[in-house]
């Protein structure tokens, strides 16, 4: 047990204790930026969490033995049935750092029981009875600590918590009471402050730069585009973070409907480059409108993301950069004839290239549809946009020498400047195909100018001429529907990892990542999801999805006047998997009592 309460407080610790970065400027003229997160209380959170591990997910034992017990490490002193919060700060002085606002129950037990088994010591300051100054030789750690309001604020930086700062229990309670969220976010800014973050996310996106290094087997190539790949995240969360007006963010765990729910909206300061990007999204008519759906669908989907100058610089770069560390990864597999490699590599040139000449239409559309059948097969039908289609029939005649065991029959059918060709198997279709779209596993794609389509499943021809002909004759009209996206995770994930294992498909190979890289080797970024690493969430979550009738996710994303709004639906399925993902962690991971 002692090893756990070590475990957990360094953590404690390590978020309470972000480093900052040290510039010049003077304090009396800093506009920190404050990003205010919270939990409903400690009681409630502990009490959702026992509902989704114990109940839900039937891993009481789990939960009395290993987490109640960990969770408990914390609460000594807490006030558990206030809200608790963590403040990220971010200013040109001081840089990024974490306040925590924790309520008190017992300041005297806090700082003997919570702070010092962790070698935090707490001292008073001079005549300021509600000031104290933190130290942990052990922890290399220095802070402050102010009592407001039966708070313990609790910042790096001496000035976060000023004698006169407000109470946290009314930043609190203005983010989680109007919706009564379990857990949130928010944040408010103003245009005058603009200048100060972003100096202050300049170290921030220094910092983000500098965690990037080479990894001992990495060619240049890969390393280049791994570093433009986080060099345009830094510069899309600059502005993230500096041109947003109002952001807000939510999450309800609703025991009662047994599922969970999230939301956000955000606002982006008037005349900002941000502004412009949120007023475009979604202001276009789609051009899969007219694509049907069902309320049965096991995925639906459609995509209707403009794209502005910067985003179009970002992706030029990268399929600039990607070519090249693509045909490095093709020429390294070892599996492929000289003949496949050839044609892989000119499949990667041809379709970067469409990916290229598609910037001209400044916008990322897209649509998909898997549909049950009442044989209980599927059908699949998915479109994207293009800026000239029948490019693609160059890349549709190099898969049969690319990929061993395919043929093409190309212009099998046309309708007026539509072709249609069919992929077919030239040996025994793959059981997990059969078993989910039918014996034939034939793929049916059509070109044209204005986009590409695939189809399979039975009657997949005819299903494709009709839903082009319908999406040609039936223009839409602007929805301000940006992403919108349901799926049934039980049932097509399942199929995907059949489908996978049957094949020999390997993500991380895909990717070009390396699976036994040294944790050294890999970025910086990544080393949060170590506590997952040996965790066959596979063998525990896929089960438990595919006994559900309640497996479906849905995520809607939307604009009307400036005001950007995304939701998010959990069934029950989803949860009751993810708390035995969490059980099995617990197990695992946390070690003995």
């Given amino acids: ?36 997160t919270g939990i409903r209380s400690p009681a409630q ?37 206030r809200p608790l919060g963590v403040d990220f700060v971010f200013d040109r002085t001081n840089g990024s750092r974490s306040q925590w606002q924790v309520p008190l129950e ?25 000031l104290y100054q933190l130290t942990s030789t052990t922890l290399d750690y220095k802070g402050w600590m102010r009592i407001v309001d039966n708070y313990a604020s ?7 918590v000023p004698a006169d700062m407000p109470s946290p229990r009314k930043a609190l309670d203005e983010l989680l009471n109007p919706k009564g969220y379990s857990a949130g976010l928010y944040t408010r800014n103003d245009a005058d402050g603009m200048s100060d973050r972003r100096e202050a996310f300049a170290k921030i996106r220094e910092n983000m730069l500098a965690s990037v290094t080479r990894r001992p087997t990495e060619t240049r190539e890969a390393f280049e585009l791994r570093q433009a790949v986080v060099r345009h995240q830094a510069l899309r969360l600059e502005r993230l973070f500096v041109e947003t007006e109002s952001l807000t963010a939510g999450w309800i765990t609703d025991r009662t409907r047994r599922e969970s729910r999230g939301e956000l909206t955000l606002t982006a300061l008037a005349g900002t480059e941000l502004a412009g990007v949120v007023s475009l999204l979604g202001a276009n008519p789609s051009y899969f409108a007219a694509v049907p759906t069902t309320d049965n669908a096991v995925v639906t989907g459609r995509l209707n993301f403009p794209v502005d100058d910067r985003l179009q610089l970002q992706v030029d770069e990268f399929f600039r950069l990607a070519g ?110 059969k078993s989910f779209y039918g014996e034939s596993g034939d793929a049916y794609i059509a070109t044209y100018k204005e986009a590409v389509w695939i189809a399979g499943g039975a009657d997949a021809l005819e299903r494709l ?21 349901k799926a049934r995770l039980g049932i097509i994930l399942t199929h995907l990892d059949h489908l996978a294992v049957e094949t020999g498909f390997d993500l991380d190979q895909f990717l070009g990542r390396d699976p036994a890289a040294a944790p050294e080797d890999n970025d910086k970024t990544r080393r949060g999801g170590a506590l997952l690493t040996g965790i066959d969430w596979r063998g525990i979550a896929l089960p438990t999805l595919r006994k559900s009738e309640e497996d479906r996710l849905t995520i809607e994303v939307r604009q009307h006047q400036g005001v950007l709004s995304a939701h998010t639906h959990v069934q029950v399925g989803i949860l009751q998997a993810a708390g035995k993902v969490i059980a099995k962690v617990a197990t695992d991971k946390l070690g003995e009592q």
């Fill in 1 to 36: 047990m002692h090893s756990l309460r070590l475990w957990l407080a360094v953590a404690f610790v390590v978020g309470a204790a972000h480093p900052g970065v040290t510039q010049s400027g003077n304090p009396a003229q800093l506009r920190p930026s404050r990003i205010v």
């Fill in 45 to 81: 959170l502990l009490e959702e969490l026992q509902w989704l591990i114990g109940e839900v997910a039937g891993e009481q034992k789990t939960w009395n033995e290993k987490l109640i017990p960990a969770f408990e490490v914390f609460l000594i002193g807490v006030d558990s049935k």
């Fill in 106 to 130: 017992s300041l005297n037990d806090f700082r003997a029981e919570n702070l010092e088994p962790i070698d935090i010591q707490s001292r008073r300051v001079g005549s300021d009875r509600t």
């Fill in 154 to 160: 609790i910042s790096t930086v001496k000035e976060d």
């Fill in 324 to 433: 090249p560390v693509w045909k490095q990864r093709i020429d390294g597999d070892k599996s492929l004839t000289a003949a496949q490699k050839t044609a892989r590599k000119q499949v990667v040139d041809l379709l970067f290239e469409m990916i290229q000449e598609g910037g001209t239409l400044r916008v990322l559309e897209a649509c998909i549809e898997i549909t049950p059948t009442a044989d209980g097969l599927h059908q699949l039908l998915c479109g994207i946009r293009t800026a000239d289609g029948t490019k693609a029939i160059e890349i549709l005649k190099l898969i049969p020498q690319a990929v061993e065991g395919f043929a093409l029959e190309t212009n099998v059918d046309a309708v007026d400047d539509v072709a249609f060709h069919r992929l077919k198997f030239t040996e025994q279709v793959p059981e997990s195909l």
């Fill in 465 to 485: 001429k009709a839903t082009i002909a319908l999406v040609r004759s039936t223009p839409g009209e602007p929805t301000g529907e940006v992403l919108i996206g």
